[in-house]
């Protein structure tokens, strides 16, 4: 079930807010300029079917959303739980950073945990299948997929190297929980 907590950042062990309702979850995501929305398929998919399949499922709203941020590139990646690289890749993205585009992430299936930094709070929105989240550029924030990652996600992006972190070098990812 999708989740939203909200904390002091200076208190992990007390969120300030905590709800599984999607529409408040994307009432309050909306106040930090984050987008949150849910996505029904056009036809039945399932993990594993070719990309365009997925693409075409979801038609509708990804060129909603591509001709609203002009958007150059949509992708799907996909990670499953005996990726032998899964450890490499959960690791990249679990300390604070940010990018210089936004982070706009559909999940197809499975799920992920995004944990934002701002204003002094840190929100920890775990989506789920039919959740997306777009995350506005330079926002400081950090991704887990867990030690057993299960995902298809529909990315969309501006410019091939505007996706890359630049990282805070602050420890506040390490003294919040992890996606387990």
């Known amino acids: 079930m999708s989740r939203l907590r909200i904390f002091d950042e200076n208190d992990p062990a007390s969120p300030l807010l905590a709800t599984s309702d999607r529409g408040e979850m994307a009432a309050e995501l909306a106040n930090i300029d984050v987008a949150f929305e849910q996505w029904d398929a056009s036809q039945p998919i399932a993990p594993g079917d070719p990309h365009d399949k997925i693409l075409d499922a979801y038609r509708a709203d990804i060129d909603r959303l591509v001709e609203a941020n002009g958007f150059r590139t949509v992708d799907v990646v ?3 739980p005996d990726n032998p690289n899964r450890g490499e890749m959960r690791k990249k993205f679990l300390d604070e950073h940010f990018h210089k585009e936004d982070e706009v992430r559909f999940f197809v ?31 400081t924030h950090w991704f887990d997929m867990g030690p057993e990652p299960s995902f298809v996600a529909i990315r969309f992006f501006t410019e091939p190297d505007g996706w890359v972190g630049h ?5 506040i990812a390490q003294r919040f929980p992890r996606y387990e």
């Open 109 to 139: 299936a499975g799920s992920g945990l995004f944990t934002l930094h701002v204003d002094g709070k840190v929100f920890e929105v775990l989506c789920e299948s039919g959740d997306l989240i777009a995350v506005p550029d330079r926002m």
């Open 167 to 171: 990282f805070t070098g602050t420890d």
């Open 78 to 80: 996909s990670i499953a």
